[in-house]
């Protein structure tokens, strides 16, 4: 979906570095959302957000930090990566919490 | 906590086969929704369904919602390579409706043509 971008595709760090993720919606949703996504587990939920200023922890929020100063912007950092965050990230927007979701491209995350 | 099943966790099926996968939700669900994933892809929509016992379909696809509103299956006829993917069922987090998605752990089908 072209109205929702997620950068960079691709990221390659070290233990102990810190990470953001971006994110970007051109459609003015107010649900923003950060998945990861790991084989045999589905896609789990990190944090969302209901607006900007608004967020709350998902299913799995330890070790990650999320903002919304925009509507339009959700970054995802990692301050201090492990190991056990190579995953692949998905961010989604949603118009409301029950309506669909549309999912950007992913970040391919490995922490060497 | 709520959770949603899928089964079954992988199946493989020769071109023109039927295909099902099934959704169980551990609590009532005022709706379920179903995405598909491409390998490499990311999770696509696919279908919203709201009313118990609802049936939808979608050219070779079916999706029905269970009477008690806990369960969900995706149905393709006459599978073709080009329905390659994870399929995934995701129901609100409570009774009630109003919360984050749960997403089942998928199911992904492969195509032999």
């Known amino acids: 979906d072209a109205g929702i971008t997620q950068s960079p595709r691709y990221k390659i760090t070290e233990t102990g570095r810190q990470v953001t993720l971006m994110c970007h919606q051109t459609w003015s949703h107010s649900y923003m959302f950060w998945y990861r996504q790991d084989l045999g587990h589905g896609l789990r939920l990190i944090y969302y957000?209901?607006?900007?200023?608004?967020?709350d922890k998902g299913e799995v929020p330890d070790g990650y930090v999320v903002s919304r100063s925009k509507t339009e912007n959700f970054p995802l950092t990692l301050e201090s990566a492990t190991r056990s965050q190579t995953s692949v990230y998905f961010c989604?927007?949603?118009?409301?919490?029950?309506?669909?979701?549309?999912f950007g491209d992913g970040t391919r995350l490995s922490i060497l | 906590g709520q959770q949603v099943m899928q089964i079954p966790q992988y199946q493989h099926v020769q071109e023109g086969e039927d295909f099902t996968t099934y959704c169980n939700s551990s609590?009532?669900?005022?709706?379920i929704q179903w995405y598909k994933q491409r390998p490499g892809g990311h999770p696509v929509f696919l279908i919203q369904l709201v009313k118990s016992g609802e049936v939808k379909k979608q050219k070779r696809l079916t999706f029905q919602f269970g009477e008690a509103k806990k369960n969900s299956s995706l149905h393709i006829t006459a599978t073709q390579t080009t329905d390659v993917g994870t399929y995934f069922c995701?129901?609100?987090?409570?009774?009630?409706?109003?919360?984050?998605?749960?997403f089942g752990a998928g199911t992904r089908l492969a195509v032999h043509p």
């Open positions: 989604a927007s949603s118009g409301t919490m029950n309506q669909p979701q549309h």
């Open positions: 995701a129901g609100p987090g409570r009774p009630g409706g109003y919360n984050k998605l749960i």
């Open positions: 957000s209901a607006a900007a200023d608004i967020t």
């Open positions: 609590t009532t669900l005022s709706n």
